[in-house]
């Protein structure tokens, strides 16, 4: 769905004018927030030792590009004093569609006037960044790369989207080992920013949301050559998926479906995967454990059960209908277990029947969130007496799955009209 009203432009007039007499910078660094008031100021102050520490000799320019924030992000913002550190700032509102999409366009506009060498992102409520995160993000850009991804140490339950399908879908489709594809802390060189300004997609829902992997598939697609960054722990808010990941269970999942449509020709012919090379040294906190809500995830699942089975039996497989039928009867929490293989083939079913009903798209991608509920259920009981190092390996045999059955995804993508 697209905004009726268009806008040539993300940026209003005073920072049109703010740049104009800046006139270039070698580096932007954007920070695109929304109600950040409890970690803003320590996410800037930050960016500016990092600045200061590492690129002291180089024109840096940070850009805050708030939502419209009802908190006090911006005046907190505006607090934090860059002359100090002989760094230029802004703070500002951008124009456009609400959402992180058209804070980014913000931001790579302003980057583009000024001819920006590099550019970096950092998300608003991050609680462990340190100064080397600027520097292992940018470095690589000025060596070379043009897309920097973040690769974070995470705890072994933390980022469930990327664990069950953003990475796996990156790596079997696109042929692309980054493991953090939806990171939100990212490195782009200045062709890279260009590429993403011309694309036609500022008046869509990727301004809303869903940004983050639409970054890192366009960059796959477009020929874009691409590292990883060691950032160390990602520590930022609300973890638990209990909570509130089903909006953003929709931006991510959605936009990745929608993407596959529009690539096909590219993922279709993808054969294998290929490793994306880690830089730098990983710095700053370890990743902490958290307690997850394992009885209100097998709750949401049958609760989903009742709702939507008839709309489950008519899209998944008749041996996947039945696993998830035995699950919905299973009282003991530590005998919820979903077979990865089972879970492969019900993301490749939502992903054809996604394509297949593009009135109802939406409609029929709320109908797999009790099932990706399920799913981390099982992850709970997979992984729980697993290390780091060992979870990482069960999340590697798993996307190795998903590559195994990517000819199951292509035939039901054909089946459903697709090329």
Avoid at 176 to 183: D, V, W, Y
Avoid at 320 to 330: G, T
Wanted: aromatic share 12%.
């Amino acid at each position: 769905m697209t905004s009726t009203m268009r806008f040539s432009t993300a940026l209003r007039p005073h920072v049109r004018n703010k740049i104009e007499q800046l006139g270039y910078a070698d580096i932007v660094i954007g920070v695109p927030s929304y109600s950040s008031a409890s970690s803003i100021e320590n996410v800037l102050k930050t960016i500016f030792k990092g600045l200061k520490r590492y690129y002291d000799d180089r024109k840096a320019f940070i850009v805050v590009s708030d939502g419209g924030s009802t908190d006090d992000t911006r005046e907190l913002s505006r607090l934090v004093d860059p002359k100090s550190y002989n760094i230029d700032s802004i703070v500002t509102i951008y124009r456009g569609i609400p959402g992180k999409g058209s804070g980014l366009r913000a931001v790579l506009e302003i980057a583009s006037f000024l001819k920006a060498r590099a550019v970096a992102f950092f998300d608003s409520d991050l609680m462990s960044i340190t100064p080397e995160w600027i520097k292992n993000l940018l470095d690589p850009v000025i060596e070379g790369y043009d897309f920097v991804a973040p690769d974070y140490n995470r705890y072994k339950l933390d980022g469930t989207i990327t664990n069950t399908i953003a990475y796996n879908l990156t790596r079997a489709l696109y042929g692309q080992k980054i493991r953090q594809p939806i990171g939100g802390d990212f490195g782009l060189s200045p062709g890279l920013v260009k590429y993403y300004l011309n694309q036609d997609v500022w008046e869509t829902d990727i301004a809303k949301f869903g940004i983050d992997i639409w970054m890192t598939t366009s960059a796959i697609v477009g020929g874009f050559r691409i590292c990883q960054a060691r950032l160390g722990a990602k520590i930022h808010g609300q973890k638990d998926p209990t909570s509130d990941l089903g909006p953003m269970f929709r931006q991510v999942v959605g936009t990745t479906f929608k993407l596959m449509e529009q690539y096909q020709d590219f993922w279709m012919n993808v054969k294998c995967s290929r490793d994306v090379p880690s830089i730098g040294e990983a710095v700053g906190q370890e990743a902490e454990p958290f307690e997850i809500d394992h009885v209100s995830l097998i709750e949401y699942f049958k609760v989903g059960m009742k709702n939507f089975s008839g709309i489950w039996q008519n899209i998944l497989a008749k041996e996947d209908m039945k696993i998830i039928n035995d699950l919905s009867h299973i009282e003991n929490l530590e005998e919820f277990d979903m077979p990865v293989e089972s879970w492969v083939r019900i993301v490749y079913q939502y992903a054809g029947s996604f394509y297949k009903t593009p009135r109802q798209r939406f409609k029929v991608l709320d109908t797999m969130i009790p099932l990706y509920y399920a799913r981390i259920a099982s992850l709970v009981n997979e992984v729980k007496d697993k290390n780091a190092k060992e979870a990482e390996d069960h999340f590697e045999a798993q996307a190795r799955i998903f590559e195994n059955l990517k000819d199951y995804m292509i035939e039901i993508w054909k089946s459903k009209g697709g090329k």
